[in-house]
């Protein structure tokens, strides 16, 4: 079976990408290229990616030319892997999953995965790429117990059993898997993928099973590695764009690694796609990402010192933006932020304390609290009433919305919330109208923040002032991200503020691992991620139905065979979570600014989102090119 097919998007590839045929095409040579380098027609695969913007409505480029943007930490470098967004497989803006580094899949039962890459495609230093990189990733990175100690990824397991891989000629490997493995290709999609390949002919140098022991003992002095494994995986750094040395597949790469303030990224001249007119994507030469703090990136940005940004920029910084317009001749383009809630109150279902671990386990009051919030003065204060008032779930955008999922006991209704909270038997209040626990302390409830949204900590004194109505105290504590999420760990945090769930665009081929307690990561309930996580060693199994009926689904969807199973797994998903208001989401689609100057190709109106989307990279950066070339 094909892969469209399998994912019920017969001849998508073709139409999405608008590809031609590659033998009717005469390729270019881009300007300003290193002369020393081979023609094109030997940099490129023999089959290139060839995309016809017209058909999707964006011109052909020109090439050269530096792109500005600003990034609020070095370490935010690594952002040009996420938005240069070369992957073996991704998501187009139609969020239909088509390959792009690979020529093709091929899928059988759900469980046999078949991968081809393209003849005569190449590392950015030239080297081939093909079945060997994919090879010595499986076998001998993440196969090797020194340098993967936990074994195999989850998503490189099907029921707790990894595949059989085999390469089967120089450009084709094949997986199969005892049972369906549906999570393997969105895997590969992400913005920040497994990268189930490595450039071998590069790392083998730092390996024990190939390379020089005296060369590998000199190296890892270099970089006071005690063996070869912490050498090999400091040089093994595809995502954060660090190793300077380190060959990528990437559209721009770091060459010189001489700053931590100013990176300066170039362009890869073997970079597999080309538009219609035989041009080498990227069209853009350099990028340069230059470190700024973030709390000054939206004045910089509107004082014209960025050809492109949305990093370090919110709903709150438009009417600025919007200012600067006219002066720095930009324009401020408003996406669509694919989380499920802008704000989010979390209360946290495993916290240690009893008395809170009922309360917040009980729906009535999670009911309650959410009965009592007045969201659409959230959205008319905080947003000018652009965003959507209502719960934290999937947006219209996605093929999975159903209305009621967004208003069940969303609506303002103070009757109803001090209702449900005598019903809890919370009747008792002290001489200022709060309402007492049921061990004689106030209901008063400290919502922890990490500090870092101005516009959290005003939705939350709007809250406060609603929730006055039906007796409940609110206090906010501004924190530190690393510190609310211990004190998760610990279950001292009774209720925490964060954004909503970060996928509300999914379809049915996206695992839905946000919606169920399945990552140590989330807030809300730390310990049952962990549990799952760590399987059954640290945390807490979890003793509450609606998590016992979520992971049940969330492992369903992983052993899943068709696309009807998957869409009825999250249509019960999101049910519970629209009746069990487990995250208590304030306002939604809420708009992104993504001040454009002078670019080109860049989307007026789109979404904004990590996964899916990469933020800029489903859209296309490669394809961005500067007006003034």
Known sequence: MTFWKSLGFAGVFATSLGLMSASALELKETPGLDSSLPPVAERVPSEPLIV???????????????????IGRSKD????????????????????LVPDILEGV???????FTLKTRAGHKWSDGHPFGAEDLRYYFEDVASNESLTPVGLPPFLLANGKPPKFEVLDETTVRYTWDDP?????PELAKSRPPFIYRPAHYLKQFHEKYG????????????????WAPLHNKKDDLYNARNVELPSLQPWIRKADDSDRRFKLHRNPYYHRVDKAGQQLPYIDQIIMTVADGKLIPAKTQAGETHLQARN???????VLKQGEAQQGYTTNLWLNTKGSEISILPNLTVKDPVWRELNRDKRFRHALSLGIDRQMVNRVLYFGLGRAGNDTVLSASPLFMPEYVTKWAEYDPDKANALLDELGLTERRGDGVRMLPDGRPLEIIIETAGESQTQADALELVAETWKEIGIKLFVKPSQRDILRERAITGDLVMSVWTGFENGIPTSEMPPVDYAPVLGERLNWFAWGDYYETNGEGGEKPDWEPAIRLTELYEAWLSSRSKKEREDIWTETLEIHAEETIQIGLVS???????????????????????????????RMDEFFLADQ
């Open 52 to 70: 016809d913007l017209t058909a999707s409505g964006r011109e052909i480029g020109k090439p050269g030319g530096t792109l500005s943007t600003l």
């Open 77 to 96: 470098v690594r952002l040009i892997n996420v938005w240069g967004y070369a992957r073996l497989v991704g998501y187009n803006e139609k969020l239909e």
């Open 106 to 112: 091929e899928i059988e039962d759900g469980r046999i």
């Open 181 to 185: 493995n549906p999570l393997f290709l």
């Open 212 to 227: 020089d022991p005296d060369f590998i003992t000199e190296q890892a002095a270099k970089v006071k590695a005690r063996s």
């Open 313 to 319: 920029l919110s709903f709150a910084d438009i009417t």
């Open 589 to 619: 689609a809420v708009r992104q600014p993504v001040v454009v100057n002078g670019v080109k190709n860049v989307p007026t109106d789109t979404f904004y989102g990590w996964d899916p989307g990469a933020q800029f990279g489903v859209h």
